[in-house]
């Protein structure tokens, strides 16, 4: 690193920390609304570290901000001296007796429903000077929070590791026929299986693409000759599973996604075979920034909840 790029100063924490939230998100508007401080605060004190550092730190135009090189240069050091900054909380946080921070989890809408609660019961008996916020959503969009630095831990369905993120598989689940339970019908027999050539003639309400379980289903369907029949495209499990009970057609879910719904008694499951679907779902953190202590813990505690509630590991 050349010395005389950036000069030395009593650099300002809160400065760092707008100006690294501002290059993840790609915008003022967005770290603004992720700090909870207000935007003309927010671009005041970006350009007051710009003036100190004498270095245009970001390019800003109509779609956001984006690091100049030596914004770029600056992102990669102010992540380690926040991540710094962040250990030392936590140290003297130990001294006292427990570990302190704020840990972001993203979990797919299938699982949250049955994560959420004694995850965060156990994260208040685990870490009680620590704040837990959890956020739902589709993996692809999580992967990306991940990157940019928004979540700190997210549960993903088939993630691919990168030079960006860090994989941890944790289980595969089996991907289920999802069809509407006529009223007042009792499900004796439960309905056989379906072979995929057979699923691939139905109308399928299934999210679009990337979702997860969308791609895999088609690339399933693609190795045998056959092709998605489309009823409807909708992203949202609660919604996909209202317009199977309305009859608008079929869905492809995991066993958790129906059990956990508000209705399951509304909807019958079957087994699909030759081949069987299943779906990897693994803990992914981002390999751009050491996870804290208190990460680390959280990331235990997930994967000893995701054991527990849905099943062996």
Do not use: W
Not at 66 to 82: D, V
Not at 154 to 161: C, D, E, G, T
Not at 256 to 262: G, K, M
Not at 272 to 287: D, E, F, N, Q, Y
Request: with cysteine.
């Amino acid at each position: 690193m050349d010395a005389s790029l950036f000069p030395i100063i009593a650099m300002d924490l809160k400065q760092l920390e707008y100006f690294v939230r501002v290059a993840e998100l790609g915008s003022f508007t967005r770290a603004a609304i992720a700090l909870d401080v207000a935007q003309p605060a927010l671009s005041r004190q970006v350009r007051l570290l710009e003036v100190e550092l004498r270095q245009n730190l970001l390019t800003r135009n109509g779609r956001g901000a984006l690091p100049t090189e030596a914004g770029k240069l600056l992102l990669a050091h102010g992540r380690g001296i926040l991540h710094q900054v962040e250990r030392a909380r936590e140290e003297l946080g130990r001294v006292r007796g427990s570990l302190a921070g704020r840990v972001a989890v993203g979990l797919p809408t299938s699982l949250a429903r049955v994560l959420t609660v004694p995850l965060i019961r156990a994260f208040r008996i685990e870490l009680p000077d620590a704040t837990l916020a959890i956020s739902e959503g589709l993996s692809v969009p999580m992967q990306e929070s991940l990157i940019a630095g928004r979540l700190d831990i997210a549960v993903l369905y088939n993630a691919q590791p990168t030079a960006e993120i860090e994989i941890t598989p944790l289980l595969e689940e089996d991907l289920l026929l999802v069809q509407r339970r006529p009223p007042g019908l009792p499900e004796d027999p439960p309905p056989g299986p379906i072979t995929l050539r057979e699923l691939g003639q139905l109308p399928l309400v299934i999210p679009t693409r990337p979702n997860a379980i969308r791609m895999h289903v088609e690339s399933e369907l693609a190795n045998i000759g056959c092709r998605l029949n489309i009823a409807l495209e909708i992203d949202g499990v609660s919604a996909i599973l209202d317009l199977v009970a309305d009859g608008a057609g079929y869905a492809v879910l995991s066993r958790n996604a129906v059990s956990s719904s508000i209705r399951p008694s509304a909807f019958s499951v079957r087994t699909i075979t030759a081949p069987v679907l299943r779906t990897k779902v693994s803990m992914a953190t981002s390999s751009l920034r050491p996870t804290t202590l208190t990460q680390q813990t959280t990331l235990k505690l997930l994967h000893k909840t995701i054991c527990k509630i849905v099943g062996p590991i």
